[in-house]
């Protein structure tokens, strides 16, 4: 008895448990969708182990969150960081944006290899977590090269072949880039039979669907098609209206997404907030023309009569835009002619001394081609469209972006200020969705949708991805003009139960690791 009474009379921190970090006087949002409330969370060895009003805990150390938002890390499910994990390892454009966990392979490219790939990024040990799609463009051309013809029975199996190892090895689903050679070349039954391999694994179908202006209705019906056909989860990427032509579409297309999902088709979409894309020159080009490597597309293009069937498709598609010149294609980065970078075509024709026609501005996409290409950054959407995608309640957000090397080339800014550009302007200054349904989009929806199951939440037993930020201060700062900014009010990270983020800054801490899909044993 004397010892129970003992027990009681000490002070209640003697009955504290020990924790790593603890958060305090926070204003939680969970990632559910439901109201923030106020609570503290206790992080111990990588996982939440506490969280609501009261918790007893004393901790080595102590954030005290007063005043703040403390959520779910954000999952980013469309970016491509192969081949740039290493400039960067620290992700400083991610994570200073809120992403713990990027989903990489989007488009149709990634690395065939995907054993090889998560191990590589576990030695390499970056800032944020990855997981990784298998990528049917660079499936294809392991194979066939980018040949512009239909698989052969003996091709088709070897491509079952690697998505398959693909699946067991860890990747989240299958993608496609149906713009990008070899995708446009593929026929639909080709992706359901690859689809349907993914599907075994509980894998997701990812699409840069085959066209995103014109023909985006047919091109979304394909998507369902695809996901119905295979019998798994459909992620319609970058869901957008390019083309001033196809301004207001979305009352069309976002009604399609609704009425598949009813049907009982899982099909979600994700979107980036900006009226601008960004991919490569290449786009501009007749898919044909793009067949068999840089030296065919060389040889192609010197050619009197394609230099002429090419011109004739560039001006046609300004025509249907209703523009007179090429001031809506901006260069991101020209490895020949840096000056290039940040100055539209129409620009750069210009500046190399031609007349201010379209025609010349043609032959200017032409030469850029023919020395390699660049990347560019697309202006051509409408706010409105991209305000009505928004309210969608099963969109997620992605950055489309990669690790960004900070002030290298003219990027699009999406890849440093995609979150914090939906907290600020679409949340806290335009209204167009509230603050809990912004953070549910950003993480526990991407977390059902590709299956990675300790994350998106805050909860007792997941993972110890958690941000908090200032919801009054939170801010993308990166412009098309200046797009080397990180954005602000992000004041504390946690990856993997570990500070990497303190004070607004960067701690050097690299904690991410690899993260794996449902078909590994």
Not at 169 to 193: F, H, Q, R
Not at 309 to 336: D, G, M
Not at 479 to 502: M, Q, R
Request: glycine residues 8%; hydrophobic residues 40%.
């Amino acid at each position: 008895m004397k010892w129970i009474l003992l027990l009681l009379s000490l002070p209640s921190f003697a009955l504290a448990q020990d924790c790593d970090i603890l958060i305090t006087n926070g204003k939680i949002i969970d990632g559910t969708g439901n109201s923030w409330y106020y609570g503290n969370v206790a992080v111990k060895n990588g996982k939440i182990i506490a969280i609501g009003r009261q918790v007893n805990f004393i901790a080595k150390k102590v954030i005290d969150a007063k005043g703040l938002i403390v959520a779910p890390g954000f999952i980013d499910v469309h970016t491509h960081l192969e081949g740039d994990e290493a400039k960067d390892p620290n992700a400083t454009n991610f994570i200073l944006d809120g992403v713990t966990t990027c989903i990489t392979g989007n488009c149709g490219s990634s690395e065939t290899d995907i054993y090889k790939y998560l191990r590589y990024i576990d030695s390499l040990k970056l800032s944020i977590n990855v997981a990784a799609l298998i990528g049917h463009n660079d499936v294809r051309k392991a194979v066939m090269g980018r040949a512009n013809r239909d698989a052969t029975p003996e091709e088709m199996q070897k491509m079952e072949a690697t998505v398959d190892k693909a699946m067991r090895d860890g990747a989240v689903g299958l993608s496609t880039g149906l713009i990008y050679i070899p995708g446009t070349y593929t026929k639909t039954s080709e992706i359901i039979g690859l689809a349907k391999i993914a599907s075994k694994y509980n894998g997701v179908y990812a699409s840069h669907m085959r066209d995103e202006g014109d023909s985006v209705i047919q091109a979304i019906n394909e998507a369902l098609t695809i996901g119905r056909e295979a019998k798994l989860p459909v992620q319609i990427s970058h869901f957008k209206l390019s083309g001033q032509q196809n301004w207001g579409r979305s009352k069309i297309t976002v009604p399609m997404i609704e009425k598949a999902r009813q049907e009982g088709i899982d099909v979600t979409i994700d979107q980036y907030p900006y009226t601008a894309s960004s991919t490569s020159i290449s786009t501009l080009i007749p898919d044909e023309i793009l067949a068999d490597g840089q030296d065919s597309i060389k040889a192609r293009l010197q050619r009197p009569e394609i230099k002429k069937q090419v011109i004739t498709h560039i001006q046609e598609r300004l025509k249907k835009r209703k523009l007179k010149h090429l001031s809506y294609a901006v260069v991101a980065y020209y490895s020949p002619d840096t000056s290039y970078n940040g100055k539209s075509i129409e620009q750069i024709n210009l500046m190399k001394g031609r007349k201010h026609k379209s025609k010349e501005e043609a032959l200017t996409v032409i030469d850029i081609m023919i020395n390699g290409g660049a990347s560019a950054v697309f202006h051509g959407m409408g706010e409105e469209d991209v305000k009505r995608i928004m309210q969608y309640p099963f969109n997620m957000f992605a950055s489309d972006a990669t690790i960004r090397t900070f002030g290298f080339g003219s990027p699009h800014p999406r890849g440093y200020g995609t979150n914090a550009r939906v907290l600020s302007k679409y949340v806290r200054e335009e209204k167009v969705i509230p603050l809990e349904e912004a953070i549910r989009r950003m993480t526990s929806l991407p977390a059902l949708k590709f299956q990675l199951k300790d994350r998106g939440l805050l909860r007792e037993g997941y993972a110890a991805d958690i941000i908090i930020f200032d919801e009054k201060e939170v801010k993308d700062l990166s412009t098309f003009e200046k797009p080397h900014a990180y954005s602000k009010g992000f004041h504390f990270v946690i990856v993997n139960g570990v500070l990497t983020v303190e004070d607004e800054k960067h701690l050097g801490i690299r904690a991410g690791k690899a993260l794996f899909g449902a078909g590994v044993k």
